[in-house]
């Protein structure tokens, strides 16, 4: 492959999937400048410990970051331990609550242990924010403020429509997007990237180095947010349509088999290691009719269990999974838990951690989805007596309880 072959893959895989950039020329100069001179540029990427356990929407930038690794970027892995402390709305209508030290310190090392699954730990610095701006001083903060002012901070779409609507803003919120920005200051990167949600605070880094007369102006990508199991909204634990990386290896497999054809197409492209040539090649098939889309979706489900957990547990779990939906059989390891004799079917769901609250489970029960031994229950008034019981919700929940006196 010729050299300007090589560029043009390079760059057509950092662009993949992207929604907007920002001065992709000077990207494109930085990769071509990596090819023909072997020189490195910096990537930031920065994430608030706001809690510790990341799910796949996070991946979608931590598997740029990887493929920016590929190709001549090191990386500066962010950890806002101290803006986090002040806390961003982030187009929410209401000031976040903000951390303590303590809780930033409990979610910052879990960070630092999850990345590692994505990343190559030889080809990145973990930083934290704190190590400047803690020495940014009053004086420092009276002079970053002066490079923006009050009307175009309210050119900020959340800010925006709070003002308009009389809600409060407080000045921390203003200086939380200076802040990040100074980040990008101190860290002299060449590239920044983050989620569409947020690009106000992106451009004010951009903003910032030219201001401070760093030398530098970043390029920045935005990666859109990742729409969750439902197909609708974004991935959110909130919302119960996430698959979280920590989560068990059947459980993790049976989620992504969930998600409808046409969506597991977006999830290679901002989730698989597969080249977009591959992933061409597979639509292709698919197209064809010489592969089926439930294996291709089966192959992906393989794909980001082994990512996370390893290739063994991967196989089994698919294994599992076949067991139980295509023979209908019950999963070969399943929770136990002991129940009094009398309990109410809706609060024993609740009490072994297979329903959010006991109106959730009533309503699944209308719609058919609890099933006790396999039986589907109809009556949602329904006291379970002495005796053992498999308890299931849904395709992917189950348990295993014991009924005593």
Not at 18 to 40: G, I, M, R, S
Not at 277 to 301: Q, R, S, W, Y
Request: glycine share 6%; charged share 30%; with cysteine.
């Amino acid at each position: 492959m010729e050299l300007q072959e090589k560029i043009d893959e390079a760059l057509g895989e950092i662009l993949r999937g992207c929604e907007e950039v920002v001065d992709k020329k000077k990207l494109e100069a930085l990769v071509q400048n990596y090819f023909e001179n072997n020189e490195t540029y910096t990537v930031k990427a920065g994430f608030d410990p706001t809690a510790p356990d990341l799910h796949l929407g996070h991946t979608v930038l931590l598997q740029k970051l990887a493929t920016f690794q590929k190709f001549g970027g090191v990386i500066k892995f962010l950890i806002g331990d101290f803006t986090a402390m002040i806390g961003d709305p982030t187009g929410k209508s209401e000031t976040r609550k903000a951390l303590t030290r303590e809780e930033v310190l409990v979610n910052s090392k879990s960070y630092e242990e999850q990345v590692f699954k994505i990343l190559d730990s030889q080809k990145m610095d973990i930083v934290f924010n704190s190590a400047w701006l803690d020495k940014l001083g009053a004086d420092g903060l009276i002079v970053l403020t002066r490079f923006f002012n009050v009307a175009r901070m309210l050119e900020r779409d959340d800010f925006e429509k709070r003002y308009k609507s009389g809600q409060s803003i407080s000045i921390s919120e203003f200086i939380y997007p200076l802040l990040q920005g100074y980040d990008s200051v101190a860290l002299k990167n060449d590239i920044e990237i983050g989620g569409t949600d947020q690009k106000f605070n992106l451009l004010m880094g951009r903003h910032l180095q030219r201001s401070y007369n760093t030398n530098k102006e970043q390029a920045v990508i935005m990666m859109p947010l990742l729409v969750g199991l439902d197909g609708v909204n974004k991935m959110s634990k909130s919302l119960g349509n996430y698959i979280g990386i920590n989560e068990e290896p059947n459980t993790i497999y049976a989620k992504v088999l969930s998600i409808s054809d046409e969506l597991s197409w977006r999830y290679y492209e901002l989730l698989s290691e597969k080249t977009l040539k591959e992933i061409a090649m597979l639509k292709v098939d698919v197209t064809k009719g010489t592969l089926h889309p439930k294996v291709a979706k089966e192959n992906l489900a393989l794909e980001i269990v082994t990512r996370f957990h390893n290739e063994e547990l991967a196989k089994l779990a698919k294994s599992e999974f076949d067991n139980v939906f295509k023979a209908n059989q019950l999963p070969t390891d399943m929770p136990e838990f002991t129940l009094c004799s009398g309990i109410w079917i809706a609060q024993a769901l609740v009490d072994i951690g297979l329903e959010p609250s006991t109106s959730q489970a009533r309503r699944d029960i209308k719609q058919g989805a609890i099933k006790i031994d396999q039986v589907k229950l109809s009556d949602e008034k329904y006291l379970l007596k002495s005796g053992e019981y498999v308890l299931q919700v849904g395709k992917r929940k189950f348990a295993k309880v014991k009924v005593e006196s």
